[in-house]
């Protein structure tokens, strides 16, 4: 039974992150006519309410979306983020936050598909609501890592897969990468996004060296973090990797991380980190 529950960290720094690189890279698929498939294995409930008990027990988003809310001095790219959260909501307040897939709905367009897949039976029922009537949505429910594998490669040939679990099962870090390595032989061009939490800085590592070893190329991580990192309880940074990114991800990223590192950083210790992983050619960059 999944115990996990995204209303309570709804618009904390770590979907800020996300939803930023969900966004840009979606602005860069859709820039081609040619239509695209966005698979979505970990989906959510689509959209919370920050009024909620469970997102005011936390107030995780008080240290995410809130403090982007009204700076005047936002990176183009954030304000173009920040601008389809206010779209989601129904005033200038802040009272809700979007999920990736209504985020990726927004950019994606008529010819373009969404396989949804959400585990939780409460949050895909919702999910279900929120798309009802949607043919190009396809909301299933069940289990995302194997329903990725089901659709590859896309009919499409072109496409994104957002891998975003909760990490509640330990077993989440090794199965983002099974998943990506058996996805990625059969469709190599395709972009994929893997959300990462550090809690404990060694399963990064871990993870790192897998997806290293795993000899697949064209690999970058963008690390935002808010605390440096400790050996107590909590989630303290967080990051994406993505495998083939869009040409000047990169470049956009070395300017809106050290802003967010800044802005959202807790007394002072905002970090950040981007890296390539692995080059053009499968191998580690030196
Ligand atoms: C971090 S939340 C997803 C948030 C969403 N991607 C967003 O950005 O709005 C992770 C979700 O994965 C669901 N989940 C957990 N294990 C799953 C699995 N194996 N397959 C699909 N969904 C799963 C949980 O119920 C939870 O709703």
Not at 59 to 85: C, H, M, Q, S
Not at 177 to 189: E, I, Q, S, Y
Not at 259 to 273: I, Q
């Amino acid at each position: 039974m999944l115990s996990y529950r995204h209303t309570f960290h709804a618009g904390n720094f770590a979907d800020v992150l996300k939803h930023l690189v969900l966004v840009r890279v979606l602005r860069y698929l859709t820039r081609k006519d040619k239509s695209l498939c966005y698979i979505d294995t970990h989906a959510g409930a689509g959209g919370y309410l920050l009024e909620d008990p469970q997102a005011q027990k936390t107030l995780e988003f008080t240290n995410g979306i809130a403090k982007l809310w009204t700076r005047d001095d936002l990176p183009g790219a954030l304000i173009d983020y920040r601008r389809l959260v206010r779209a989601f909501n129904d005033s200038d307040d802040l009272h809700r936050y979007p999920g990736s897939p209504w985020l990726a709905a927004q950019l994606l367009r008529k010819n373009d598909r969404l396989c949804l897949f959400e585990a939780h039976s409460t949050d895909s029922a919702l999910l279900q609501a929120a798309f009802a009537g949607q043919r190009n949505v396809r909301v299933t429910t069940g289990d995302g890592f194997q329903g990725c594998i089901g659709l590859m490669p896309p009919l499409e040939r072109r496409g994104l897969v957002l891998m975003d679990p909760s990490y509640e099962l330990k077993t989440d870090y090794q199965a983002v990468v099974d998943t990506l390595l058996k996805a990625h032989r059969r469709f190599a061009t395709g972009v994929y996004a893997i959300w990462y939490p550090v809690v404990e800085r060694n399963r990064i590592e871990v993870l790192e060296r897998s997806v290293v070893a795993s000899g697949i190329p064209r690999v970058q991580l963008f690390e935002l973090g808010i605390r440096s990192d400790s050996r107590g309880y909590g989630m303290t940074a967080c990051g994406m990797l993505v495998v083939n990114p869009p040409w000047g991800l990169r470049d956009e990223m070395e300017l809106l991380l050290p802003y967010l590192a800044n802005v959202l950083g807790e007394a002072g210790e905002g970090h950040y980190r981007i890296r390539e992983l692995v080059g053009d050619q499968a191998g580690p960059v030196r």
